[in-house]
């Protein structure tokens, strides 16, 4: 057995591959395939060659984010501890409205992407989109083209693995990722001491849900899974809009956001991303959350109204990048203090508060964890010591079930 595929083996086996498809780009003879479970899984399709093992080795080491996630230097600006590093901060929406309306919350994204193309800035950019020929599935595409921009907006609650694709390290190319997308691509392009890398662009992600937690809410909407489908969106068309499907019969089934992602789709998320350091895309040069309106208590009400983004420029090149695009009218942007984006953001401050805690109680059940760097996870989950305590021991029960049900 080659080492490659050793090191690959155990970030799978342990749980902590969160499913990028990195791997896939340093070695093309993986390819990323559902599992099981439902996620995203690199698979062997072609041999390695013997001679780029080792080669391939060193690189997987420095880049899979199931083994290490760094958190980037800073750029300069402002700093809020759940958030990272900030140039500058603003709430911002697509100026069009049909891509606003379309987009999973301000369309900025979309419209970002549309804008580095059309005024050249970039020759390519890679996203994810609903498949045409099984819309139930997502995949890698070229967005921008013909035959994808129907359906390129808005958030997928699905496994996609966006790294993999031959592109996205290219210099004269966007990527739109995961956060753990943004931070495999940025390490590997680090660790290739690239001049040039391609601009990367992310979202806040609270999770990558299960592929049959999709197939599932379909079945209780009424939609078999023999039924083709025409359309399947997550969200978009309003914000937050609906989880909507349509099959080619013309049978149609919705659901709130509400219902879709806090009932079926949230609760079946990997392991991976119920320990991720940075939901808030620290690596990218550019990212985007919902900026929520919210109850007294901070959490979000879904209210469904037009489109806003929380954005965040993490880079001067992110920074130059926005300011650029507000200039040319393709994005309107105010500034905005980080401040009101973490205390709109409960999930993303309340997971990297107790994240310390909940990888000790895995370790102390005998799981490897990833290493995450220069997060200051210990000071964060220090502050509030009782909490720690009870995550650290529910992460341990959960744990060593874990374990028990694996040796069945
Ligand atoms: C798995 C997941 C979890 C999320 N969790 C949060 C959260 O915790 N908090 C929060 O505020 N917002 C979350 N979002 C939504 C995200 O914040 C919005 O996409 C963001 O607000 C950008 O909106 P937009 O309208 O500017 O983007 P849009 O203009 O709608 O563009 C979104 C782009 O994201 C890309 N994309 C969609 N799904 C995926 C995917 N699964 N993998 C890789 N790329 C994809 C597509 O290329 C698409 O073009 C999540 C989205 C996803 C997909
Ligand atoms: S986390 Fe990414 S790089 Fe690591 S094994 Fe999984 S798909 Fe491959």
């Known amino acids: 057995m080659k080492e490659f595929d050793n090191a690959v083996r155990a970030v799978v086996s342990s749980g902590n591959c969160s499913g990028c498809g990195a791997c896939a780009l340093i070695d093309p003879?993986?390819?990323m395939s559902l599992d099981n479970a439902g996620f995203n899984r690199p698979i062997r399709v072609t041999e390695l060659d013997p001679s780029q093992d080792a080669r391939a080795t060193e690189e997987f080491r420095a880049t899979c984010p199931g083994l290490v996630v760094r958190r980037p230097d800073s750029s300069g600006g402002d700093f809020e501890a759940s958030l990272g590093w900030a140039v500058s901060s603003w709430r911002a929406w697509a100026v069009d409205s049909e891509t606003r309306f379309r987009g999973s919350s301000g369309g900025v994204l979309s419209a970002l992407s549309d804008w580095l193309l059309s005024s050249g800035r970039t020759a390519?950019?890679?996203g994810a989109a609903a498949d045409?020929?099984?819309?139930?599935?997502t995949v890698v595409v070229q967005l921008g083209m013909p035959t994808v921009r129907e359906r390129q907006s808005s958030s997928r609650?699905?496994?996609v693995s966006v790294a993999e694709n031959e592109s996205s390290?290219?210099?004269d190319v966007a990527v739109i990722g995961k956060p753990c997308e943004a931070a495999a691509l940025k390490q590997?392009?680090?660790f290739r001491q690239l001049e040039n890398r391609p601009l990367l662009l992310s979202f806040f992600c609270a999770g990558v849900p299960s592929q049959w937690a999709t197939d599932r809410l379909l079945s209780e909407l009424g939609?078999?899974?023999e039924s083709p489908l025409r359309t399947l969106r997550y969200r978009g068309h309003g914000w937050p809009g609906e989880f909507y499907a349509e099959t080619v019969d013309g049978v149609a089934a919705a659901t709130s956001y509400e219902e879709s992602w806090?009932?079926?789709l949230g609760p079946s998320m990997q392991w991976r991303c119920k320990v991720c350091p940075d939901g808030v895309g620290e690596s990218a040069d550019i990212v985007a959350g919902d900026f929520w309106t919210t109850d007294e208590r901070g959490y979000p009400t879904f209210e469904e109204g037009a489109g806003v983004s929380a954005l965040i420029a993490r880079t001067r090149r992110g920074h130059e990048t926005i300011v650029a695009a507000m200039k040319a009218n393709a994005i309107h942007a105010e500034p905005l203090d980080l401040r009101e984006i973490s205390s709109i953001q409960p999930y993303q401050v309340e997971r990297r508060e107790t994240l310390w805690a909940r990888l000790v109680g895995r370790r102390l059940a005998g799981w490897r964890t990833p290493s995450f760097r220069g997060y200051g996870l210990m000071r964060l989950a220090a502050a509030r010591p009782v909490r720690s305590a009870r995550y650290a021991y529910g992460s341990f029960r959960r744990s060593l079930a874990e374990t028990r049900n694996a040796r069945r």
């Not at 045409?132 to 599935?137: G, I, K, L, N, V």
């Open 29 to 31: 003879g993986l390819r």
């Open 124 to 126: 390519k950019v890679i």
């Open 132 to 137: 045409t020929a099984e819309p139930r599935r």
């Open 157 to 159: 609650y699905a496994p």
């Open 169 to 171: 390290l290219d210099a």
């Open 188 to 190: 590997l392009s680090d």
């Open 223 to 225: 939609i078999p899974d």
């Open 262 to 264: 806090g009932k079926q």
